[in-house]
């Protein structure tokens, strides 16, 4: 299974951007890079995806490193509602064919009002 | 989150006793996922079902757990003789096919005194 390395946690101010990284290096050609996050007591909440080329929504953007050896979900002004523990995955669908998510431990991110 | 039903949203077990939880997918979804979450730990995955199929059940523990998605009802996570090491929140995902976007319920959580 491909992994991913997500800082554990991670501080902003309100209303200011915030730059969650994420490491996965061993990425395979066809893997694709979600983000979900969890909010306390709540299921997992899917914020975006991506394979090559940056994406965006109304909830955040993606930037993929373009040897897509890493990513970085980027909230463009934080509130006191985003946070939470947010998971960047990347689905498997390579070599076992299932598309399972695997998650890790995430990025808890703290706003600061 | 919206679309995925779970129940109940939280149950009690005594040790010994048998707890079953029930997934009801989003419309149009025929794909099932179960994960697991311990306390203060991330998401584990379980289980991935396909109406009256398991495709991959690589996370499920051996003994006294089993799942099933028949083909009208909801899905059903069934642990029996349950723990105190089983005492965790429980989540659904569903999806419309191998590899689409997943999206989760809000979990069941189960506590075994």
């Known amino acids: 299974d491909a992994k991913t390395t997500q800082p554990n946690s991670m501080e902003s101010n309100e209303e200011e951007p915030v730059h969650l990284p994420c490491n996965h290096s061993?990425?395979?050609?066809?893997?694709?890079i979600h983000w979900y996050r969890q909010l306390p007591s709540q299921g997992p909440e899917y914020v975006i995806h991506?394979?090559?080329s940056n994406v965006n929504n109304r909830m955040a953007s993606l930037a993929i490193a373009e040897d897509r050896k890493s990513s970085t979900l980027i909230l463009h002004r934080a509130t006191l509602r985003d946070a939470a523990v947010y998971y960047c995955?990347?689905?498997?669908?390579?070599?076992?064919?299932?598309?399972?998510?695997?998650f890790g431990t995430g990025t808890r991110l703290k706003v600061l009002a | 989150n919206a679309g995925v039903m779970q129940n109940p949203r939280h149950l009690v077990r005594r040790r010994g006793q048998e707890a079953r939880l029930r997934c009801s997918p989003m419309k149009g979804h025929s794909h099932v996922y179960w994960y697991r979450q311990l306390p203060e730990e991330g998401l584990k995955f379980m289980v991935y079902l396909q109406k009256e199929n398991i495709i991959d059940e690589s996370g499920m523990p051996k003994e006294r757990f089993s799942a099933e998605f028949p083909k009208e009802g909801p899905s059903i996570l069934r642990i029996q003789q349950v723990v105190r090491g089983d005492s965790a929140a429980y989540f659904c995902a569903s999806s419309t096919g191998h590899g689409n976007t997943i999206y989760f319920g809000e979990g069941s959580w189960l506590t075994v005194v």
């Open positions: 995955i990347l689905r498997d669908g390579g070599t076992s064919g299932t598309y399972k998510y695997i």
């Open positions: 061993t990425i395979s050609g066809t893997d694709y």
């Open positions: 991506g394979l090559t």
